[in-house]
């Protein structure tokens, strides 16, 4: 039978990092990837079946049938969905995760989203927590991310809402579109604002090429491979020490156990149905929050009957991910330049010290808005979607709306779970995903806060009137999905400890966003893969 | 890739589907929906991703058709400009003068969300023909 040193779960963010520090360490790794190592060509630039905008199918899996999740509303009612439908939650699921697609946003969480409780209080009926580290902590592991997945950013002005030793290794994007006008309000407001941190090239960097600044960024792969995620950084260098094999299209089911209940290895179903068992001294889980739960509840053995790590019933509770309050402004002239990917300027003002409100978070100005979309959610209420006014809107107005949006810091419930569904099975026959309950009533409450926020920044901007609506309480998951393996050093209210090692157990990990206690008023992908660094040091350490 | 229709509604079908959508998004000095290729994104989906809508759309047609003749005497395809537009605002609204077969309202939610789909999307997907779409509001590819 197969043996290896490390199993990693999910060639993600996090999963790629693990397995390029410690394949490069020498230790023997087996990387298992549910999706596929899709090509530039396969991803493709599908407007109706892609990461921002999924009508009919995604662009980077899983496929439509054989995999489905059940969503319950917060009505209580109860669908079984499809990958790109409403309630699934979605993250991409191919080699590199969400990174092979996303926007790319650097944000590290700021000291104070490392002790949110401490610092406001815990609300009725949330399960906001401290992280078991702080910021400071886990800064190291924000650099290396940083200098070795390739951030573009401001150093100077990160180093004033950040402590931090070292600067980016690329400068920042150059200003597009609404930017200026924004910064120029952001001045007359008095908030601070700058360069949005991309990991995206800005110049040549680790062998690959700048940003050609296209129109296909967020949703999409990158036409040059300029934007960094792990399949073309950590990834590449695992599998050039020759000691990582990667094998996709293989489904976990079970981390397997002995008969005493000591973790030793995994089970995994190829892309033919044939079921393989194979062994290792570690195995480190990195699937996203939804299926990281889903996959440590479905390892019931006779030792761990409620699944491993559940013994105190927090796996797969506090889902998080992010509410994005949006406002579009129809601005005086044109604010299109067509120079991607578009985000370029952002404030972090509204992340803390907002009266009455339990944290905030970040605000910036769009990506390029693809024209359907801009067509389905951008123009103002009252214009009808069709005949000759949607026409006219849309042919005068797509260069002078824009933009500004933002996550809002995610106050967590532990009623927002994923659970295993009782009777839905995916294409292997394992239970699915079942997710249910929203977030606290205080995330509703920040997010309208916020929302404010940004509708004052366009006015300020000389927006000549605005519009969108803030969210209103529902399940927080999608592409920031986080928590449900949250750290602490309590077994009884955390599923890790400080290291992301599962409690009551010394050879198993958790290396994604479920270990986030709280998921920050940023994009969390930074945070992910310093966590994972994080793991690996300590891994690489035992 | 064109496709052909015919294969999926009758010819009088096809007739009224075209000027629907170009009611919906009517030509200009920019190509309507149907010039624009929209019918041929709305037969590919119909044999795709949509399959499961092509009862909605024969029925939903023919309903049409015999709506505009209780209130107005003639096809759909033969009312003006301004009448096709009173009809539809009441059908978007799902007041109709004749019991129809289905949702009216839904039929007419699921064409107008299709011409736009096929106008405002990616060629690839059979409409948006030259791109003339983003050609028209200025979303340009540039690389």
């Known amino acids: 039978m197969a043996h290896y040193d490390v199993i990693i779960v999910g060639a993600g963010a996090g999963g790629g990092v693990v397995a390029g520090v410690l394949a490069e360490a020498g230790r023997r790794v087996l990387l298992l990837e549910r999706g596929a190592h899709l090509s530039y060509d396969e991803i493709a630039r599908d407007h109706l079946r892609n990461h921002r905008l999924a009508l009919y199918g995604h662009n980077t899996g899983p496929e439509p049938d054989g995999h489905p999740r059940v969503f319950v509303d917060p009505t209580g009612r109860e669908q079984i969905v499809r990958p790109h439908e409403g309630g699934y939650h979605n993250n991409a699921m191919t080699v590199g995760g969400g990174t092979r697609v996303y926007g790319a946003q650097a944000w590290r969480f700021l000291p104070q989203d490392f002790r949110m409780a401490s610092e406001y209080g815990v609300p009725e009926g949330s399960s906001l927590a401290d992280w078991p580290i702080s910021y400071d902590e886990l800064a190291p592991d924000y650099e290396r991310a940083e200098w070795e997945v390739g951030v573009a950013g401001d150093s100077d002005a990160s180093a004033q809402h950040w402590p931090r030793e070292r600067g980016y290794p690329m400068p920042p994007v150059t200003p597009c579109g609404a930017a200026p006008a924004l910064q120029r309000a952001a001045a007359e407001l008095g908030w601070p604002a700058f360069a949005v941190p991309l990991l995206i090239n800005t110049t040549p960097y680790l062998g690959r090429p700048a940003c050609t600044q296209c129109q296909h960024c967020v949703g999409f792969a990158c036409p040059v491979d300029a934007k960094n995620g792990s399949q073309n950084t950590m990834l590449v260098r695992a599998l050039a020490s020759g000691n990582c094999t990667l094998v996709t299209h293989a489904q976990v089911d079970q981390v397997t156990v002995t008969p005493t209940g000591r973790v030793n290895g995994v089970r995994y179903y190829d892309a033919a149905g044939q079921q393989h068992n194979i062994q290792a001294e570690q195995v480190v889980v990195a699937a996203g929050a939804i299926e990281t739960a889903r996959l440590l509840l479905n390892s019931r053995s006779t030792a761990h009957r409620d699944g491993l790590g559940n013994a105190y019933d927090q796996v797969g509770r506090h889902l998080q991910g992010h509410y994005y309050p949006r406002v579009a402004a129809l601005m005086p002239e044109s604010v299109y330049d067509g120079i991607g990917p578009g985000v370029s300027i952002a404030t972090t003002a509204f992340n803390h010290g907002n009266d009455g409100i339990i944290g905030g978070g970040m605000l910036a100005n769009d990506f390029i808005v693809l024209p359907i979309i801009f067509w389905r959610g951008y123009m103002p209420p009252e214009i009808p979607r069709w005949g000759s006014a949607a026409k006219a809107f849309m042919r005068e107005n797509y260069q002078r709306v824009t933009h500004v949006m933002g996550p809002v810091q995610d106050i967590p419930s532990p009623l927002a779970r994923v659970t295993l569904d009782p009777q839905v099975r995916d294409r292997y026959g394992m239970p699915v995903a079942r997710l249910s309950g929203t977030t606290h009533p205080e995330t509703v409450r920040a997010a309208e806060f916020m929302w404010q926020r940004a509708r004052e920044w366009l006015t300020a901007a000389g927006a000549e009137r605005t519009w969108g609506t803030p969210p209103g309480l529902s399940l927080s998951g999608g592409q920031h999905q986080a928590g449900t393996c949250r750290m602490g050093e309590d077994p009884r209210t955390s599923v890790t400890d400080h290291w992301g090692r599962v409690h009551g157990h010394d050879n198993l990990f958790v290396a994604d966003a479920s270990l986030h206690v709280t998921n920050g008023g940023f994009n969390p992908v930074l945070t992910v893969l310093a966590l994972a660094f994080r793991v690996a040091r300590r891994m690489d350490a035992m | 890739m064109e496709v052909d229709l015919s294969a999926l509604l009758s ?80 059908i978007e609204q799902g007041h109709t003068a004749i019991d129809w077969p289905i949702d009216a309202a839904a039929f007419f939610g699921a064409a107008c969300q299709h011409a736009a789909e096929g106008y405002y999307s990616d060629p690839g997907n059979g409409g948006n023909r030259d791109q003339v779409a983003w050609r028209m509001i200025g979303f340009e590819v540039k690389g």
């Open chain 2, 11 to 90: 010819e009088r079908q096809v007739l009224i589907l075209r000027v629907l959508f170009d009611t919906l998004i009517p030509p200009d000095d920019y190509a309507g929906a149907w010039e624009a290729g929209s019918g041929n994104y709305l037969a590919r989906q119909l044999q795709g991703d949509l399959a499961d809508q092509l009862g909605l759309y024969r029925r939903g047609l023919d309903a049409l058709d015999a709506e505009a003749q209780f209130r107005h005497g003639m096809a759909f395809a033969a009312l003006d400009e301004v009448a096709r537009n009173g009809l539809l605002a009441q």
